[in-house]
Protein backbone atom coordinates (compact mmCIF):
# COMPACT_ATOMS: atom_id res chain seq x y z
CA UNK A 1 0.00 0.00 0.00
CA UNK A 2 1.59 3.27 -1.08
CA UNK A 3 1.50 6.46 0.89
CA UNK A 4 -1.19 8.01 -0.99
CA UNK A 5 -3.38 5.16 -0.71
CA UNK A 6 -2.94 5.50 3.27
CA UNK A 7 -3.83 8.93 2.92
CA UNK A 8 -7.00 8.36 0.82
CA UNK A 9 -8.15 5.33 2.86
CA UNK A 10 -7.25 6.00 6.64
CA UNK A 11 -8.31 1.45 6.55
CA UNK A 12 -5.32 0.81 4.81
CA UNK A 13 -3.40 -0.36 7.26
CA UNK A 14 -6.44 -2.03 9.70
CA UNK A 15 -6.37 -5.39 10.89
CA UNK A 16 -8.12 -7.74 8.47
CA UNK A 17 -9.64 -11.03 9.67
CA UNK A 18 -9.56 -14.25 7.59
CA UNK A 19 -12.60 -13.15 5.69
CA UNK A 20 -10.99 -9.64 5.04
CA UNK A 21 -13.80 -8.23 6.88
CA UNK A 22 -12.24 -4.83 9.34
CA UNK A 23 -14.02 -3.35 12.21
CA UNK A 24 -15.58 -0.29 10.73
CA UNK A 25 -15.27 1.41 13.94
CA UNK A 26 -17.83 4.18 13.61
CA UNK A 27 -17.59 6.41 15.98
CA UNK A 28 -13.73 7.49 14.97
CA UNK A 29 -15.78 9.20 11.63
CA UNK A 30 -14.77 12.83 11.80
CA UNK A 31 -17.31 15.55 11.33
CA UNK A 32 -15.97 16.57 7.85
CA UNK A 33 -16.11 12.53 6.73
CA UNK A 34 -19.31 12.40 7.34
CA UNK A 35 -20.24 16.00 6.08
CA UNK A 36 -18.87 14.72 2.91
CA UNK A 37 -21.43 11.45 3.00
CA UNK A 38 -23.83 14.11 3.59
CA UNK A 39 -23.00 16.24 0.28
CA UNK A 40 -22.38 13.40 -1.88
CA UNK A 41 -25.99 12.03 -0.07
CA UNK A 42 -27.97 15.54 -0.94
CA UNK A 43 -26.80 15.88 -4.85
CA UNK A 44 -27.89 11.93 -5.72
CA UNK A 45 -31.19 12.53 -3.78
CA UNK A 46 -32.03 15.49 -5.78
CA UNK A 47 -30.82 13.85 -9.53
CA UNK A 48 -32.46 10.33 -8.76
CA UNK A 49 -36.19 11.02 -8.66
CA UNK A 50 -37.92 10.19 -11.81
CA UNK A 51 -33.57 8.35 -13.05
CA UNK A 52 -33.37 5.41 -10.80
CA UNK A 53 -35.61 2.49 -10.24
CA UNK A 54 -38.75 2.43 -8.15
CA UNK A 55 -36.83 -0.44 -5.89
CA UNK A 56 -34.01 1.22 -5.07
CA UNK A 57 -35.97 4.37 -4.17
CA UNK A 58 -38.41 3.00 -2.12
CA UNK A 59 -35.62 0.44 -0.22
CA UNK A 60 -33.43 3.59 0.43
CA UNK A 61 -36.46 4.84 2.33
CA UNK A 62 -36.88 1.31 4.19
CA UNK A 63 -33.48 1.42 4.82
CA UNK A 64 -33.58 4.42 6.67
CA UNK A 65 -30.26 6.09 4.47
CA UNK A 66 -30.56 9.83 4.65
CA UNK A 67 -28.05 12.71 4.71
CA UNK A 68 -27.11 11.95 8.35
CA UNK A 69 -23.40 10.96 8.61
CA UNK A 70 -21.73 7.89 7.08
CA UNK A 71 -24.43 4.41 8.34
CA UNK A 72 -23.16 2.76 11.04
CA UNK A 73 -22.85 -1.09 9.18
CA UNK A 74 -23.92 -2.95 12.68
CA UNK A 75 -27.37 -1.03 12.81
CA UNK A 76 -27.92 -0.93 8.75
CA UNK A 77 -27.34 -4.91 8.79
CA UNK A 78 -30.03 -5.14 11.63
CA UNK A 79 -32.76 -3.23 8.84
CA UNK A 80 -31.39 -5.48 6.25
CA UNK A 81 -31.34 -8.35 7.46
CA UNK A 82 -34.88 -8.36 9.12
CA UNK A 83 -36.20 -7.83 5.10
CA UNK A 84 -33.86 -10.14 3.24
CA UNK A 85 -31.32 -11.89 5.37
CA UNK A 86 -28.33 -9.73 3.74
CA UNK A 87 -25.79 -7.87 6.41
CA UNK A 88 -22.76 -5.31 5.15
CA UNK A 89 -19.70 -5.67 6.92
CA UNK A 90 -16.90 -3.30 6.36
CA UNK A 91 -13.55 -4.49 4.42
CA UNK A 92 -10.63 -1.76 3.51
CA UNK A 93 -11.00 -2.13 -0.20
CA UNK A 94 -10.93 -4.17 -2.98
CA UNK A 95 -10.92 -7.70 -1.46
CA UNK A 96 -9.55 -11.41 -2.94
CA UNK A 97 -12.19 -12.53 -5.67
CA UNK A 98 -12.68 -15.87 -3.81
CA UNK A 99 -13.57 -13.74 -0.80
CA UNK A 100 -15.82 -11.53 -2.29
CA UNK A 101 -17.69 -14.33 -3.78
CA UNK A 102 -17.62 -16.45 -0.76
CA UNK A 103 -19.20 -13.01 0.99
CA UNK A 104 -22.29 -12.88 -1.53
CA UNK A 105 -22.60 -16.76 -1.41
CA UNK A 106 -23.49 -16.27 2.12
CA UNK A 107 -25.82 -13.43 1.74
CA UNK A 108 -22.58 -10.30 3.14
CA UNK A 109 -22.05 -7.38 1.19
CA UNK A 110 -18.37 -6.43 1.42
CA UNK A 111 -18.71 -2.61 1.77
CA UNK A 112 -15.26 0.03 1.48
CA UNK A 113 -15.30 1.77 4.85
CA UNK A 114 -13.34 4.48 3.95
CA UNK A 115 -14.88 7.83 2.28
CA UNK A 116 -13.25 9.59 -0.73
CA UNK A 117 -11.18 12.20 -0.25
CA UNK A 118 -12.24 15.95 -1.20
CA UNK A 119 -10.40 16.44 -3.96
CA UNK A 120 -11.90 13.13 -5.64
CA UNK A 121 -15.50 13.73 -4.78
CA UNK A 122 -17.20 13.18 -8.35
CA UNK A 123 -14.42 10.67 -9.33
CA UNK A 124 -12.82 7.85 -7.16
CA UNK A 125 -11.25 4.92 -8.78
CA UNK A 126 -11.35 2.58 -6.20
CA UNK A 127 -15.22 2.03 -4.31
CA UNK A 128 -15.89 3.60 -0.97
CA UNK A 129 -18.60 3.72 1.87
CA UNK A 130 -20.57 5.86 -0.70
CA UNK A 131 -20.51 3.98 -3.68
CA UNK A 132 -21.22 0.92 -1.81
CA UNK A 133 -23.38 1.30 0.84
CA UNK A 134 -25.41 4.07 -0.82
CA UNK A 135 -25.08 2.25 -4.60
CA UNK A 136 -25.54 -1.07 -4.05
CA UNK A 137 -27.12 -2.00 -0.29
CA UNK A 138 -30.62 -0.75 -1.06
CA UNK A 139 -31.43 -3.29 -3.64
CA UNK A 140 -30.52 -6.00 -1.44
CA UNK A 141 -33.54 -5.18 0.65
CA UNK A 142 -35.20 -6.64 -3.21
CA UNK A 143 -36.30 -10.34 -2.36
CA UNK A 144 -35.86 -10.93 -6.13
CA UNK A 145 -32.42 -8.90 -6.51
CA UNK A 146 -30.91 -10.04 -3.09
CA UNK A 147 -31.53 -14.43 -4.81
CA UNK A 148 -29.66 -12.95 -8.16
CA UNK A 149 -26.78 -11.70 -6.08
CA UNK A 150 -26.27 -14.37 -3.84
CA UNK A 151 -26.88 -17.01 -7.10
CA UNK A 152 -23.81 -14.28 -8.70
CA UNK A 153 -21.85 -15.28 -5.96
CA UNK A 154 -21.93 -18.91 -5.48
CA UNK A 155 -21.04 -19.14 -9.27
CA UNK A 156 -17.96 -17.45 -8.66
CA UNK A 157 -15.68 -20.53 -7.58
CA UNK A 158 -16.80 -22.59 -10.98
CA UNK A 159 -15.81 -19.20 -13.06
CA UNK A 160 -12.55 -19.33 -11.06
CA UNK A 161 -11.98 -23.31 -11.79
CA UNK A 162 -12.88 -22.98 -15.18
CA UNK A 163 -10.53 -19.93 -15.77
CA UNK A 164 -13.38 -17.97 -17.11
CA UNK A 165 -13.84 -15.48 -14.32
CA UNK A 166 -13.48 -12.39 -17.17
CA UNK A 167 -16.96 -13.86 -18.27
CA UNK A 168 -18.73 -13.50 -14.88
CA UNK A 169 -17.27 -10.11 -13.94
CA UNK A 170 -18.58 -8.82 -17.29
CA UNK A 171 -22.28 -10.13 -16.08
CA UNK A 172 -21.34 -8.28 -12.87
CA UNK A 173 -20.13 -4.93 -14.74
CA UNK A 174 -22.99 -4.76 -16.81
CA UNK A 175 -26.07 -5.12 -14.21
CA UNK A 176 -24.84 -4.64 -10.95
CA UNK A 177 -22.74 -1.97 -11.40
CA UNK A 178 -23.87 -0.33 -14.42
CA UNK A 179 -27.08 -2.33 -15.72
CA UNK A 180 -30.59 -0.16 -16.42
CA UNK A 181 -33.89 -1.75 -15.98
CA UNK A 182 -37.17 -1.19 -17.88
CA UNK A 183 -40.38 0.20 -16.15
CA UNK A 184 -43.58 1.59 -17.18
CA UNK A 185 -42.83 4.81 -16.71
CA UNK A 186 -39.28 4.37 -19.01
CA UNK A 187 -35.86 3.08 -18.53
CA UNK A 188 -34.42 3.64 -14.96
CA UNK A 189 -31.05 3.39 -13.34
CA UNK A 190 -30.27 0.32 -10.95
CA UNK A 191 -26.75 -0.26 -11.74
CA UNK A 192 -24.69 1.00 -8.38
CA UNK A 193 -22.04 2.57 -10.59
CA UNK A 194 -24.62 5.06 -12.02
CA UNK A 195 -26.79 5.60 -9.18
CA UNK A 196 -23.46 7.16 -6.53
CA UNK A 197 -22.10 9.31 -9.86
CA UNK A 198 -24.32 12.42 -10.70
CA UNK A 199 -22.69 12.54 -14.17
CA UNK A 200 -23.57 8.69 -15.53
CA UNK A 201 -26.45 9.35 -14.23
CA UNK A 202 -27.49 11.56 -16.46
CA UNK A 203 -25.74 10.29 -19.35
CA UNK A 204 -26.74 6.77 -18.83
CA UNK A 205 -30.48 7.49 -19.84
CA UNK A 206 -30.31 10.92 -21.84
CA UNK A 207 -27.16 11.31 -23.76
CA UNK A 208 -27.29 9.95 -27.37
CA UNK A 209 -23.76 8.67 -27.44
CA UNK A 210 -24.56 5.42 -26.00
CA UNK A 211 -25.98 2.18 -27.51
CA UNK A 212 -28.48 0.88 -25.22
CA UNK A 213 -29.40 -3.06 -25.68
CA UNK A 214 -31.94 -5.39 -24.75
CA UNK A 215 -30.66 -7.84 -21.53
CA UNK A 216 -28.73 -10.71 -23.78
CA UNK A 217 -26.55 -13.43 -20.92
CA UNK A 218 -24.23 -14.58 -23.58
CA UNK A 219 -23.95 -11.66 -25.65
CA UNK A 220 -22.62 -9.77 -22.24
CA UNK A 221 -20.57 -12.36 -21.04
CA UNK A 222 -18.59 -11.60 -23.96
CA UNK A 223 -18.46 -7.29 -23.98
CA UNK A 224 -15.65 -6.22 -22.66
CA UNK A 225 -16.09 -2.87 -20.58
CA UNK A 226 -14.50 1.05 -20.04
CA UNK A 227 -13.39 0.88 -16.64
CA UNK A 228 -12.12 4.93 -16.30
CA UNK A 229 -14.90 6.04 -18.19
CA UNK A 230 -19.36 6.56 -18.72
CA UNK A 231 -19.81 3.62 -20.85
CA UNK A 232 -20.44 2.75 -24.01
CA UNK A 233 -23.37 0.19 -23.82
CA UNK A 234 -25.73 -0.05 -21.12
CA UNK A 235 -27.70 -3.44 -21.26
CA UNK A 236 -31.54 -3.32 -20.19
CA UNK A 237 -33.35 -5.88 -18.03
CA UNK A 238 -37.03 -6.67 -17.74
CA UNK A 239 -36.87 -6.96 -14.63
CA UNK A 240 -35.33 -8.52 -11.82
CA UNK A 241 -37.34 -11.96 -12.39
CA UNK A 242 -35.52 -12.09 -15.90
CA UNK A 243 -31.92 -11.61 -14.15
CA UNK A 244 -32.75 -13.72 -11.47
CA UNK A 245 -34.08 -16.68 -13.93
CA UNK A 246 -31.57 -16.04 -16.44
CA UNK A 247 -28.58 -16.51 -14.04
CA UNK A 248 -30.12 -18.95 -11.45
CA UNK A 249 -29.17 -22.03 -13.64
CA UNK A 250 -25.40 -23.89 -14.33
CA UNK A 251 -23.14 -22.20 -16.89
CA UNK A 252 -21.06 -24.76 -17.82
CA UNK A 253 -22.64 -25.29 -21.01
CA UNK A 254 -22.52 -21.45 -21.70
CA UNK A 255 -18.97 -21.05 -20.29
CA UNK A 256 -18.03 -23.66 -23.19
CA UNK A 257 -19.74 -21.85 -25.65
CA UNK A 258 -18.53 -18.97 -24.61
CA UNK A 259 -14.66 -19.89 -25.17
CA UNK A 260 -15.49 -20.48 -28.70
CA UNK A 261 -16.27 -17.28 -29.35
CA UNK A 262 -14.40 -14.19 -29.84
CA UNK A 263 -14.65 -10.68 -27.84
CA UNK A 264 -17.09 -7.95 -28.32
CA UNK A 265 -15.80 -4.37 -28.22
CA UNK A 266 -17.76 -2.03 -25.71
CA UNK A 267 -19.10 -0.08 -28.48
CA UNK A 268 -19.93 -2.95 -30.64
CA UNK A 269 -23.48 -3.75 -31.98
CA UNK A 270 -23.96 -7.28 -33.55
CA UNK A 271 -26.65 -9.09 -35.61
CA UNK A 272 -29.63 -10.40 -32.75
CA UNK A 273 -29.10 -7.27 -30.36
CA UNK A 274 -32.46 -5.79 -29.32
CA UNK A 275 -31.46 -2.18 -29.91
CA UNK A 276 -33.16 -0.30 -27.86
CA UNK A 277 -30.51 3.28 -28.73
CA UNK A 278 -28.05 3.27 -30.86
CA UNK A 279 -25.47 5.50 -29.92
CA UNK A 280 -23.76 8.13 -31.87
CA UNK A 281 -20.86 8.06 -30.00
CA UNK A 282 -19.97 11.55 -30.20
CA UNK A 283 -18.95 11.65 -26.53
CA UNK A 284 -16.13 9.21 -26.97
CA UNK A 285 -15.35 10.40 -30.56
CA UNK A 286 -14.59 13.90 -28.68
CA UNK A 287 -12.50 12.57 -26.14
CA UNK A 288 -10.58 10.30 -28.50
CA UNK A 289 -9.55 13.67 -30.76
CA UNK A 290 -9.00 15.64 -27.62
CA UNK A 291 -6.55 12.60 -26.37
Same mark, same amino acid.
Given at each position: MTASSEAKNRYANAPRRADWTIDQDWASYSPAEHDRWN? *? @???? /? +? %? *???? /??? /? @? %?? $? +?? +? %? !? *??? $?? =??? @? !? !? %?? !?? *?? /? =?????VVPVAGLIPDDAFFAHLAGRRFPAGAFIRPEEELDYLSEPDVFHDVFGHVPLLADPVYARFLESYGKGGARAQQRGQLHNLARLYWYTVEFGLIREPEGLRIFGAGILSSPGETCFSLEDSSPNRIGFDLSRIMRTNYVISDYQQTYFVIDGFEQLLEQCYQDFDALYEALAKQGDLSPDQIVAGDRVITKGDMHYFVRKGAAA
Open positions: R *L @FARQ /A +K %L *LPGR /ACG /A @F %LD $A +KR +K %L !E *LSR $AG =IPN @F !E !E %LS !ER *LA /A =ITGWR
